[in-house]
């Protein structure tokens, strides 16, 4: 929709969530060739032709644990069109493993978790800022792929190349930072996560449009969302969405600036378009933030409701069941936990009985294990109460999932090696 | 009154924060709401639910509070057990909060 109907000169594709590269990179110690974003083919099938019909240019950090085999794949893509020409750069050097391991004794001082975590790390990634697909697009790239970028980086990097910014000029960069924080949650601008009827209303949610910035030389940015598409662009959602994940507005930190929003405004210029200034920023850090991804145990769950008359009742003795039984069967030390789903699942501090009985409820049991058969143990226990249960129970999900933890870090800047490789189809 | 009826709000994490963005509806209750919205009350709204302190930032120009809620998440989305591992529902439960007096409610449109 933004590439057919936005007029747009840029498309960027933000896709990674926190532990997605770790993930990311247990699938590429499967299959080396795989660990990108695994939607990438069905995005890049959807819209390159249309792009490069409109000579819009890529940026996506779809990459994930794997960019030159993303950049293959968007290749392949391109040649099966006929696309001939295209230049695809991958960027790399996001991958600081190494690094850390090699310096792990030098960084145990700061971060003594290290030390436990050591034997099962599974990725180290440092959050790159916009330099080098500023690079890549200067050298002409079509489509940048990369690994771990801070998101607003990859909406930094197209002004910073278009306009041809000094990305020494902190104003500048912390003007182009806003535009990337209020971009990079798509539809979080545009009337998505927004809907409260009716105090908040959103027309046609389901065809929620997609925001788009138009931003000038001096940094001054317009946001609007493609035509005849749902959604709203308005003062209230672009607020929500300014201060979302954001802690102290005076220091919003990133790897190119450390923006300030806490002078930021917004004003309604038309229909469905916002303006925003006062933006500033302040030198960048000189250290990259990393995240190490390490195997930490696993989460089973087990899940059953109960429903009419009494079933709050019954909805606790199945609980008690399942605790006194998971207990006896040594998981005691595990930590657990217990609670009914429409009832104290969310509000854990909320009051069970003074609340109205409930119609129906779900019991849900949630335990921490080291070893799968542990974890397996807490839906199988919830299973059981089908037959050994109070009256009643119907609809048991069971899940054992095996859990990445995040360790946060900093590294200096220059640990990490950004390198650039293209590709032309 | 509740805090609904003024404002609107959106909550993210960051490890194991949770941030709550409370924006009003119309200028006029920023007062109203800034002055009795203090992060002590914030925190003993959660109670239990955190266990670390509560920081809150004021961005008048815009009638926003943003709320920085330390130790709220059991240890961050990847380790918790808690079904909303993210916090999602920390706004609207803040939204919860009951003034004790103030502006009539405001229903704002498109």
Known sequence: ?425 | MKLHALAHARSGDKGDVCNISIIVHDASSYTTVASYLTAERVQKHFGSMISGPVQRHDLPHLGALNFVLHGALAGGVNRSLALDTHGKCFAALLLDIELPHGNAPVISSP
Not at chain 1, 184 to 206: H, I, K, M, R
Not at chain 1, 242 to 266: G, I, K, M, N, W
């Open chain 1, 1 to 425: 929709m933004l590439a057919e109907r936005g007029n747009i000169d840029f498309l960027v594709f933000e896709c990674l969530a926190e532990r997605t590269i770790a993930l990311a990179q247990l699938e590429k110690l499967k299959d080396p060739a795989r660990g990108f974003d695994p939607r990438l083919e069905e995005r890049m099938e959807a819209v390159l032709v249309t792009c490069r019909q409109r000579a819009i240019r890529i940026v996506t950090n779809s990459g994930a644990a794997n960019p030159h085999a993303g950049a293959g794949v968007i290749a392949g893509i391109a040649r099966s069109r006929g696309l001939r020409g295209m230049k695809i750069a991958a960027v790399t050097g996001d991958d600081v493993l190494e690094h850390v391991r090699e310096n792990a004794g030098d960084y145990k001082r700061e971060y003594p978790e290290l030390a436990t975590i050591e034997d099962r790390i599974i990725s180290a990634n440092a959050y790159l800022g916009a330099a080098p697909i500023v690079q890549a697009l200067d050298r002409g790239a079509d489509i940048v792929i990369t690994g771990r970028v801070a998101d607003p980086a990859l909406f930094l990097a197209p002004l910073v190349h278009a306009f041809r910014w000094p990305m020494d000029d902190w104003p500048l960069m912390g003007k182009g930072t806003l535009v990337g924080h209020l971009l990079e949650c798509a539809g979080q601008l545009t009337g998505g996560y927004f809907a409260d009827p009716p105090f908040c209303n959103v027309p046609e949610v389901a065809d929620l449009g997609f925001p788009i910035a138009e931003v000038t030389a001096d940094g001054s940015a317009t946001f609007t969302k493609a035509p005849r598409t749902g959604g709203l662009l308005n003062v209230a959602t672009c607020t929500q969405q300014l201060l979302y994940e954001v802690h102290d507005p005076h220091q919003y930190v990133t790897p190119d600036a450390v923006a300030d929003f806490s002078a930021v405004q917004f004003s309604q210029v038309g229909p469905d378009r916002v303006r925003a200034a006062g933006a500033a920023g302040a030198q960048r850090p000189d250290r990259l933030k990393v995240v190490v991804a390490y195997l930490d145990g696993y989460i089973g769950e087990g899940q059953l409701s109960y429903a009419g008359p009494n079933a709050l009742a019954r909805a606790q003795l199945a609980l008690e069941i399942v605790l006194q039984r998971l207990k006896r069967a040594g998981l005691s030390d595990h930590e657990l936990r217990g609670e009914l789903i429409g009832v104290n699942s969310v509000i854990q501090t909320a009051d069970v009985t003074s609340s109205p009985a409930p119609q129906e409820l779900r019991i849900r049991i949630a335990g921490r294990a080291c070893n799968q058969r542990d974890a397996a143990r807490i839906g199988d226990e919830v299973e059981a109460l089908y037959t050994n249960g109070p009256a009643g129970g119907g609809g048991a999900t069971k899940s054992v999932r095996e859990v990445i933890a995040l360790l946060p870090m900093l590294i200096p800047r220059d640990s990490a090696s950004p390198r650039i490789t293209i590709q032309e189809t």
